[in-house]
């Protein structure tokens, strides 16, 4: 005889868990009628998972009602000061009900209850009539329903990470029975239904007193045995509050539904109005799924399309020509590093008619080569950048760019990051292609497939790119995203892939000497921690360096981990002003990581033409900053003398040739500046005056002719970049060492002096809430899910995202122009100078010493203006008229440059 298994589903919190799962990509998630589906898509992959996994014979979908129920009948304020359901979920609520009846799922709602209360009422009519009971949910509250008959599933992360609650779990997990989780309840409250309980208990004292004394009415027939008097003193104040929520708590298993489970029996999907329905919500990976029995429960199968393809040789080449004005073309390589990947092949084709070769002579052929150098030829590709320095590598000038999928998919959401055709097609609804790791393997299982899998692999990618250009671009249209797009970051692009290509020279010898330096004063620090422990030990390793330190040499346990000892750097630091060993480990540990990471790194990154060809992430960051790898030389330490000595081995690549160094100064700053309007420090950056010299004239309330001394000035700096981070009192305490409180009066004394700043705080994070993003000055957004999250922390660091984004990002986009422009007028100029690297704020440039003082005119006067010349920043919306500021030096090498 089948088992029989009722499955209940909490349809409102599941939904919430769907639409937050997939708030990120929430604009890839929309039918062809405009409604946004990604709760409905959410839900409906849970339910694959849920079905596939549980296979019940009966199934129920429970939902609230409405906002009044029997709760708020007793406690006005249950639930009261939730934030406003968004929108794009509302209007989605009826669609995830249509889905369910579609998938053949009963679902109700009762008036003046809520879906727990259904769900209790229906999981306990079960047990009674012998069903095993499934209760998925992401709401612990339902955690109380589980029972030796019934698991509650709860969602812990988007809506397939599934944490089963049973009785034995529940005892193992807290030390109570279910039962008591309502007594749990009553003492402690809870935020999210906005319910007291008692002044002060939490989570751990709410356990303690209800395992030893059973129950709420337990504790209070017990109350006089309550030692610590400031807890009973609360406990006395709050009685009635501590029942009331208690009670609040206590879901209603005998509420009176009017279902029976005879109505409830799940008979699959119906067909054809899931179909239908799917056709409507524009969900192609579902509409895919075949249709055999085992696909009764909803298991998605993609179909790959069928594709057709000519392989190019010698002798039909001259078919190229008839693609027309517009191709895509993809340069197939299996490494990251383009500058040095293996290149497999080439696609190119016009959506209808596909060529593949694996022969690279091919593309030097007049006839491919003139398509892809004539720039009147529009091409979409994915990564502009892997596509020009592969080509360069075949002696082919790229050009004519119209549709890179990479770019403009990372600039609908820079949440969404990944550099593989593959998983971004799928982000954007389109589920005709495998990503490469599902092609070729990952490491050990690596493989190249056979040419005509590799080719129909190459020519997908070539049909996804084509075909999700039109959706992709009127997307960037409806962001106001488009000249972001066509201004800055596709000829950006264009610029990086000169300056990768051109590379920086690195004095080999002096990397050697170097080293030579490093490995004989890590030998001594060796030595001396040897001679202070009095054994030899693998410094290196933390938990021999713990049990070495803590153990035998008995210095104050600061942290421990679950593995051991924490010998973390700020661990450390706070031993070593009364330990000598410590400082000796920290100068040991800082030149071995210079060794590791930069000496021998950058060793290994030189090319055959004694260079080192750094790679710039474009799509990386959520700000829109640059990142480098291969090597990475934006993070070369610059903080102590070894660190900043790493730059030595940075040199032209010509003799009488110098570095050329133009950083913006306090950008940042300028930016939120200009952005929040306030006066005082607009009034301090276009006098001139120095920003932190004028911040610690105003906090610390000094005369106009005060003396700034160094500790002030380095106090008020730290003030004024911690407010842009959105710093605590805390945070600026521990960053100065002052104490919290005049941390706090500081950060107020900031505020009241820059008010413009505080108001700009404040709409940034108001804005967040309402929108769910931020924008810098050219309309990049950055998307904060967290801003509606119930827990504190991460609402604050969603906040503290709100308000530091724009000026990051607006700062990003400023260097961004800045780049662009002075790329063209090296042109104009007819300069030999060259652009090298952009770390962060500066930007590095390499040229002959006959050209330095041209240059130290010409940058600064690009880089200064760039707000008023570049079209795309002179047409923001805010009125940035604070000054920029660029300091500009040459040197023999990059540690020379003079700052």
């Given at each position: 005889?089948?088992?029989?298994?009722?499955?209940?589903?909490?349809?409102?919190?599941?939904?919430?868990?769907?639409?937050?799962?997939?708030?990120?990509?929430?604009?890839?998630?929309?039918?062809?009628?405009?409604?946004?589906?990604?709760?409905?898509?959410?839900?409906?992959?849970?339910?694959?998972?849920?079905?596939?996994?549980?296979?019940?014979?009966?199934?129920?979908?429970?939902?609230?009602?409405?906002?009044?129920?029997?709760?708020?009948?007793?406690?006005?304020?249950?639930?009261?000061?939730?934030?406003?359901?968004?929108?794009?979920?509302?209007?989605?609520?009826?669609?995830v009900m249509d889905l369910l009846k579609a998938r053949g799922i009963k679902t109700y709602e009762l008036k003046d209850y809520e879906a727990d209360d259904i769900i209790g009422t229906t999981a306990k009519i079960a047990e009674k009539e012998g069903y095993h009971v499934d209760i998925i949910t992401g709401d612990r509250d339902l955690?109380?329903?589980?029972?030796?008959?019934?698991?509650?599933?709860?969602?812990?992360?988007?809506?397939?990470?599934?944490?089963?609650?049973?009785?034995?779990?529940?005892?193992?997990?807290?030390?109570?029975?279910?039962?008591?989780?309502?007594?749990?309840?009553?003492?402690?409250?809870?935020?999210?239904?906005?319910?007291?309980?008692?002044?002060?208990?939490?989570?751990?004292?709410?356990?303690?007193?209800?395992?030893?004394?059973?129950?709420?009415?337990?504790?209070?027939?017990?109350?006089?045995?309550?030692?610590?008097?400031?807890?009973?003193?609360?406990?006395?104040?709050?009685?009635?509050?501590?029942?009331?929520?208690?009670?609040?708590?206590?879901?209603?298993?005998?509420?009176?539904?009017?279902?029976?489970?005879?109505?409830?029996?799940?008979?699959?999907?119906?067909?054809?109005?899931?179909?239908?329905?799917?056709?409507?919500?524009?969900?192609?990976?579902?509409?895919?799924?075949?249709?055999?029995?085992?696909?009764?429960?909803?298991?998605?199968?993609?179909?790959?399309?069928?594709?057709?393809?000519?392989?190019?040789?010698?002798?039909?080449?001259?078919?190229?020509?008839?693609?027309?004005?517009?191709?895509?073309?993809?340069?197939?390589?299996?490494?990251?590093?383009?500058?040095?990947?293996?290149?497999?092949?080439?696609?190119?084709?016009?959506?209808?008619?596909?060529?593949?070769?694996?022969?690279?002579?091919?593309?030097?052929?007049?006839?491919?080569?003139?398509?892809?150098?004539?720039?009147?030829?529009?091409?979409?590709?994915?990564?502009?950048?892997?596509?020009?320095?592969?080509?360069?590598?075949?002696?082919?000038?790229?050009?004519?760019?119209?549709?890179?999928?990479?770019?403009?998919?990372?600039?609908?959401?820079?949440?969404?990051?990944?550099?593989?055709?593959?998983?971004?097609?799928?982000?954007?609804?389109?589920?005709?292609?495998?990503?490469?790791?599902?092609?070729?393997?990952?490491?050990?299982?690596?493989?190249?497939?056979?040419?005509?899998?590799?080719?129909?692999?190459?020519?997908?990618?070539?049909?996804?790119?084509?075909?999700?250009?039109?959706?992709?671009?009127?997307?960037?249209?409806?962001?106001?995203?488009?000249?972001?797009?066509?201004?800055?970051?596709?000829?950006?692009?264009?610029?990086?892939?000169?300056?990768?290509?051109?590379?920086?020279?690195?004095?080999?010898?002096?990397?050697?000497?170097?080293?030579?330096?490093?490995?004989?004063?890590?030998?001594?620090?060796?030595?001396?921690?040897?001679?202070?422990?009095?054994?030899?030990?693998?410094?290196?390793?933390?938990?021999?360096?713990?049990?070495?330190?803590?153990?035998?040499?008995?210095?104050?346990?600061?942290?421990?981990?679950?593995?051991?000892?924490?010998?973390?750097?700020?661990?450390?630091?706070?031993?070593?002003?009364?330990?000598?060993?410590?400082?000796?480990?920290?100068?040991?540990?800082?030149?071995?990581?210079?060794?590791?990471?930069y000496l021998d790194g950058i060793k290994a990154d030189i090319t055959d033409d004694g260079k080192v060809h750094t790679r710039y992430l474009q799509t990386l960051t959520q700000t829109g900053r640059l990142s480098s790898v291969d090597p990475n030389l934006q993070n070369i330490p610059v903080r102590t003398e070894e660190g900043r000595?790493?730059?030595?081995?940075?040199?032209?690549?010509?003799?009488?040739?110098?570095?050329?160094?133009?950083?913006?100064?306090?950008?940042?700053?300028?930016?939120?500046?200009?952005?929040?309007?306030?006066?005082?420090?607009?009034?301090?950056?276009?006098?001139?005056?120095?920003?932190?010299?004028?911040?610690?004239?105003?906090?610390?309330?000094?005369?106009?002719?005060?003396?700034?001394?160094?500790?002030?000035?380095?106090?008020?700096?730290?003030?004024?970049?911690?407010?842009?981070?959105?710093?605590?009192?805390?945070?600026?305490?521990?960053?100065?060492?002052?104490?919290?409180?005049?941390?706090?009066?500081?950060?107020?004394?900031?505020?009241?002096?820059?008010?413009?700043?505080?108001?700009?705080?404040?709409?940034?994070?108001?804005?967040?809430?309402?929108?769910?993003?931020?924008?810098?000055?050219?309309?990049?957004?950055?998307?904060?899910?967290?801003?509606?999250?119930?827990?504190?922390?991460?609402?604050?660091?969603?906040?503290?995202?709100?308000?530091?984004?724009?000026?990051?990002?607006?700062?990003?986009?400023?260097?961004?122009?800045?780049?662009?422009?002075?790329?063209?007028?090296?042109?104009?100029?007819?300069?030999?100078?060259?652009?090298?690297?952009?770390?962060?704020?500066?930007?590095?440039?390499?040229?002959?010493?006959?050209?330095?003082?041209?240059?130290?005119?010409?940058?600064?006067?690009?880089?200064?203006?760039?707000?008023?010349?570049?079209?795309?920043?002179?047409?923001?919306?805010?009125?940035?008229?604070?000054?920029?500021?660029?300091?500009?030096?040459?040197?023999?090498?990059?540690?020379?440059?003079?700052?």
């Amino acid at each position: 005889m089948t088992e029989k298994k009722l499955l209940l589903i909490d349809g409102n919190s599941l939904t919430y868990k769907a639409f937050f799962a997939l708030y990120t990509s929430m604009d890839r998630f929309t039918s062809p009628d405009g409604l946004h589906t990604s709760a409905v898509y959410g839900f409906n992959r849970m339910l694959n998972d849920i079905l596939a996994d549980i296979k019940p014979t009966t199934v129920l979908a429970a939902f609230d009602a409405g906002k009044k129920t029997f709760r708020t009948k007793m406690y006005s304020d249950y639930k009261a000061g939730r934030a406003k359901m968004p929108d794009e979920l509302r209007e989605q609520f009826p669609y995830v009900m249509d889905l369910l009846k579609a998938r053949g799922i009963k679902t109700y709602e009762l008036k003046d209850y809520e879906a727990d209360d259904i769900i209790g009422t229906t999981a306990k009519i079960a047990e009674k009539e012998g069903y095993h009971v499934d209760i998925i949910t992401g709401d612990r509250d339902l955690t109380q329903l589980c029972s030796e008959k019934t698991t509650v599933k709860v969602s812990k992360k988007g809506v397939s990470d599934l944490e089963d609650y049973t009785p034995t779990y529940v005892k193992k997990n807290m030390g109570i029975n279910p039962e008591q989780i309502i007594d749990i309840k009553g003492l402690q409250g809870d935020t999210s239904d906005n319910y007291p309980g008692v002044e002060k208990v939490g989570p751990k004292t709410a356990i303690k007193l209800i395992k030893q004394y059973g129950t709420v009415q337990g504790l209070y027939d017990h109350i006089d045995e309550i030692t610590a008097k400031k807890l009973k003193e609360h406990l006395v104040n709050d009685e009635k509050q501590a029942f009331l929520s208690k009670k609040l708590a206590t879901i209603d298993t005998n509420a009176p539904i009017d279902i029976k489970l005879a109505d409830l029996i799940y008979k699959g999907p119906q067909e054809p109005e899931l179909s239908d329905f799917y056709k409507k919500m524009g969900f192609k990976s579902f509409l895919n799924s075949s249709n055999n029995a085992d696909n009764q429960l909803g298991t998605s199968k993609i179909e790959l399309p069928e594709v057709e393809f000519t392989e190019l040789s010698k002798e039909n080449l001259d078919e190229v020509n008839s693609l027309g004005n517009e191709i895509t073309f993809n340069l197939e390589t299996i490494n990251p590093n383009y500058h040095t990947a293996e290149q497999l092949g080439f696609v190119i084709g016009n959506g209808k008619k596909w060529f593949v070769s694996r022969d690279m002579s091919l593309l030097s052929d007049k006839r491919i080569k003139q398509i892809l150098e004539n720039s009147e030829i529009n091409k979409n590709i994915f990564d502009t950048k892997a596509q020009i320095v592969g080509l360069h590598r075949n002696e082919i000038g790229f050009q004519g760019v119209d549709f890179d999928m990479l770019l403009v998919s990372y600039l609908i959401n820079t949440l969404n990051n990944e550099d593989d055709i593959g998983e971004v097609a799928n982000r954007h609804g389109y589920f005709g292609v495998l990503s490469d790791e599902e092609v070729y393997g990952k490491g050990k299982s690596f493989q190249i497939p056979d040419n005509h899998e590799l080719f129909e692999h190459m020519v997908r990618k070539a049909l996804a790119i084509s075909t999700l250009k039109k959706q992709m671009l009127e997307k960037l249209k409806e962001h106001q995203q488009a000249d972001l797009y066509r201004d800055l970051e596709l000829p950006l692009a264009r610029v990086l892939s000169a300056m990768e290509i051109q590379g920086i020279s690195v004095n080999q010898d002096k990397l050697e000497e170097l080293k030579s330096k490093f490995t004989e004063r890590v030998s001594e620090y060796k030595q001396k921690i040897y001679q202070e422990a009095g054994e030899e030990f693998n410094i290196g390793s933390p938990k021999q360096l713990g049990i070495v330190l803590f153990e035998k040499m008995g210095l104050p346990v600061i942290k421990k981990t679950k593995t051991g000892y924490s010998t973390a750097v700020d661990v450390l630091e706070q031993l070593a002003p009364d330990h000598p060993i410590i400082e000796n480990i920290l100068n040991y540990r800082q030149l071995t990581k210079l060794i590791s990471t930069y000496l021998d790194g950058i060793k290994a990154d030189i090319t055959d033409d004694g260079k080192v060809h750094t790679r710039y992430l474009q799509t990386l960051t959520q700000t829109g900053r640059l990142s480098s790898v291969d090597p990475n030389l934006q993070n070369i330490p610059v903080r102590t003398e070894e660190g900043r000595k790493v730059r030595e081995t940075f040199v032209p690549s010509h003799k009488g040739w110098k570095l050329f160094s133009s950083d913006y100064s306090q950008i940042e700053l300028r930016v939120l500046a200009a952005i929040s309007g306030d006066k005082n420090m607009r009034e301090a950056f276009e006098s001139g005056e120095d920003i932190h010299a004028a911040t610690a004239r105003r906090i610390f309330e000094l005369d106009k002719d005060a003396v700034i001394t160094p500790t002030l000035r380095r106090q008020a700096k730290a003030v004024n970049f911690g407010i842009v981070y959105g710093i605590s009192s805390f945070g600026l305490a521990h960053n100065t060492g002052i104490s919290n409180g005049d941390a706090k009066r500081f950060i107020d004394k900031y505020f009241n002096e820059y008010p413009g700043v505080k108001q700009y705080m404040e709409d940034s994070v108001k804005f967040a809430k309402e929108h769910g993003y931020v924008e810098t000055i050219s309309h990049r957004r950055r998307y904060i899910p967290e801003i509606q999250s119930k827990r504190f922390q991460q609402r604050q660091f969603a906040e503290r995202i709100a308000m530091n984004s724009p000026i990051q990002g607006s700062a990003a986009d400023i260097i961004k122009a800045a780049m662009i422009k002075m790329q063209s007028v090296l042109k104009e100029k007819g300069l030999q100078a060259k652009m090298l690297l952009q770390i962060h704020d500066e930007l590095i440039f390499e040229a002959p010493e006959t050209e330095i003082p041209v240059l130290e005119k010409l940058v600064p006067q690009v880089m200064d203006s760039i707000m008023k010349t570049d079209k795309l920043l002179s047409n923001s919306t805010v009125d940035f008229n604070v000054p920029l500021k660029v300091e500009s030096h040459p040197g023999s090498d990059w540690y020379n440059i003079k700052k």
